[in-house]
């Protein structure tokens, strides 16, 4: 279990170091920021100023270094836009998209395991049908697509929910719906297949010969099982989630780090989308990690692949 | 495929048609849907991009106000909805087509690398897989864009270059697989080269895979370039992207959600019937 953890450890440091240069190289594609700092009417000069200022004269390595430094002591740079520290926009505006984030997954999971262990359970059944095609509405429907018709429903036509804003739980219902419907189809797609695939097993055939009870064998035994690959899937939809809540936020109006990324790629902002594009992908290692170490915990068979 | 399961199995010359039909539903749909959009504007006779600010804001037929001469209504620029919605459809399947072709050459290319040299080649590609998709996908596209400048090819050439992981992942895991198999020792014997083998023994092999990767690619990809355009960092206006047309459409949502409704819905049957079509192939080839 050390060694395996220890694996996990070194690779998900690869991987951080890695996506810091990617987004740290990302301002870098487009060629001169000092000129797009500038502007279309600065000079040359002005430009070689402001590139003196943040200095973007010097190799880029060593800017690198220098940035990455920084954001290893918590220092993303000021923002461009804001002339406040990037890691104060961060805390600020993080929450809420953390929590958006939360709660659909949490929606999701409630409704899809449920839904994926019935429709496992017996196939071809109502539940079967309900479930497959919720996922197949699910993956087709574009989350944003999905919040303009809940809010032409709920908020143009009948004034149910408020249309904008995250401030009370009735705010949180149509984003969290959306982004909940996004994250399920794939989780009642695995849990269906997985359910279907352990009752087969022998071991629940051996349970089920020694007379335990078939709510028992479902519920103690092949759901342990089932839920496994679940798990890696969860965290990984997590991570996916967050990022698109950037589109969700930009519907609602929400304020959160979705939001916050938008308006800095549209200001080129670029410290801040640098720093919320770093944020973003840390979040989806350490949660991937996360499951790879649970998985490891819950299945030695797991260790012993590395 | 459901819709054969549903009810009691038709059974003569009408029934027998009937089931190929519902068996087929969603292909029949999008051929349908692409159709209309490659000969619907020559047919209708109407411009994506003719303005006319006396018909602004027309309500659909459907409504007490809707006329015949612009089925679905206008938008607040007096342009003709049903028009832009079909000219919408081409640019969606364009991008759809062109980035799932584009990831596939990529990540098929490194997955049948990773997979048949296996060793340090798969522990970097496998390396890459995965900072691929710690990237957040929107974020990094939307970044890019805004950099190069919207364009319809810079978001395909972003979305391509971006979306490969699928292919990457099931390619280098049949390569694995099949590195050893006896055909593959056979060709070996025979001293064929590595590119030789790859090419005509381990890819065709793979071929009907990629193809059901390929069409769940290319719904996302729709889906990815209508958010990009939804934002304003996909394909530029006045172009008639079908995210951009929701857009535009939610400024005027109290008054007339019809510019929301409808290409959302169009987007919507869209995906799916790329999706369903997927899935067809799918479990064509699992009986098989």
Not at chain 1, 17 to 35: W, Y
Not at chain 1, 70 to 76: A, I, S
Not at chain 1, 233 to 246: F, K
Not at chain 2, 228 to 235: A, I, K, N, P
Request: charged residues 10%; aromatic residues 8%; positive net charge.
């Amino acid at each position: 279990m050390i060694y395996y953890l220890a694996r996990r450890l070194f690779v998900s440091a690869l991987l951080v170091g890695f996506v810091s240069m990617i987004s740290f190289a990302l301002v870098f594609a487009s060629g001169n920021p000092a000129a797009k700092l500038a502007g279309e009417a600065g000079t040359a000069a002005d430009a070689a100023n402001l590139a003196a200022q943040y200095g973007f004269n010097r190799p880029v390595t060593s800017q690198y270094f220098s940035w990455l430094s920084g954001v290893l002591h918590g220092d993303f740079g000021n923002s461009l836009y804001f002339n406040r520290p990037v890691s104060e926009l961060l805390l600020q505006h993080f929450p809420l998209t953390a929590q958006l984030g939360a709660m659909a997954m949490l929606l999701a999971l409630l409704v899809a395991i449920p839904l994926g262990i019935a429709a496992g359970r017996y196939p071809g059944s109502i539940a079967d049908k309900i479930a497959l095609t919720l996922a197949s509405i699910g993956q087709a429907m574009p989350p944003f697509c999905l919040a303009f018709l809940f809010m032409i429903v709920l908020s143009v036509q009948n004034q149910i929910l408020p249309a904008s804003g995250f401030d009370t739980w009735r705010h949180a219902i149509m984003p969290c719906t959306a982004l909940a419907i996004f994250a399920m189809p794939a989780i009642i797609r695995l849990m269906r297949a997985e359910m279907i695939l352990v009752l087969r097993s022998d071991y629940i055939r051996t349970a089920r010969a020694m007379g335990l009870a078939s709510r028992a064998v479902v519920l103690k035994y092949a759901l342990r099982n089932a839920l496994r690959p679940t798990v890696s899937l969860a965290a990984a939809q997590m991570g996916s989630l967050l990022a698109g809540s950037v589109v969700i936020e930009s519907v609602f109006a929400i304020n959160g780090a979705g939001q916050l990324a938008w308006v800095s790629i549209l200001r080129g902002d670029f410290p801040t989308i640098q720093a919320l594009i770093l944020v973003f992908s840390l979040f989806y290692i350490v949660l991937t990690l996360c499951a790879d170490v649970i998985n490891g915990w819950l299945d030695p068979r797991v260790r012993a692949q590395g | 495929m459901s819709a054969t399961m549903t009810g009691a199995t038709p059974t003569g010359k009408f029934g027998q048609l009937r089931r190929v039909l519902g068996r087929n539903t969603f292909l029949i749909v999008l051929a349908v849907l692409i159709l209309a959009a490659i000969i619907g504007p020559w047919l209708l006779n109407a411009d994506p991009y003719t303005q006319n600010l006396l018909t602004r804001l027309q309500e659909p037929v459907w409504t007490e106000d809707g006329t015949w001469k612009h089925v679905f209504g206008t938008d607040q620029l007096g342009r003709d909805v049903l028009a832009r919605m079909l000219y919408g459809i081409r640019i969606s399947a364009l991008i759809g087509v062109s980035v799932a072709l584009m990831g596939g050459v990529i990540g098929t290319t490194l997955g049948v690398l990773a997979g048949y040299f296996g060793g340090v080649t798969d522990r970097i590609i496998s390396f890459l897989i995965t900072a691929r998709l710690s990237l957040p996908i929107i974020l990094v596209a939307l970044a890019v864009v805004s950099m190069f400048g919207a364009s319809l090819l810079i978001v395909v050439m972003v979305l391509g270059l971006l979306q490969w992981e699928r292919y990457a992942l099931v390619s280098r895991t049949m390569a694995a697989s099949l590195r050893n198999a006896e055909f593959v020792t056979a060709s070996r014997i025979q001293g064929c080269s590595h590119w030789q083998i790859m090419w005509h023994d381990i890819l065709p092999n793979l071929f009907t895979n990629l193809v059901i990767i390929g069409t769940i690619d290319a719904a996302m990809a729709i889906t990815l370039e209508a958010s990009l355009s939804f934002l304003g960092l996909g394909v530029p206006p006045p172009m008639p992207s079908l995210g951009l047309m929701i857009s535009e459409g939610k400024e005027n949502i109290l008054f007339q959600p019809s510019l929301v409704v409808i290409p959302s819905v169009m987007l919507f049957l869209l995906v799916l019937c790329v999706n369903r079509c997927g899935e067809y192939l799918r479990a064509s080839q699992a009986k098989e």
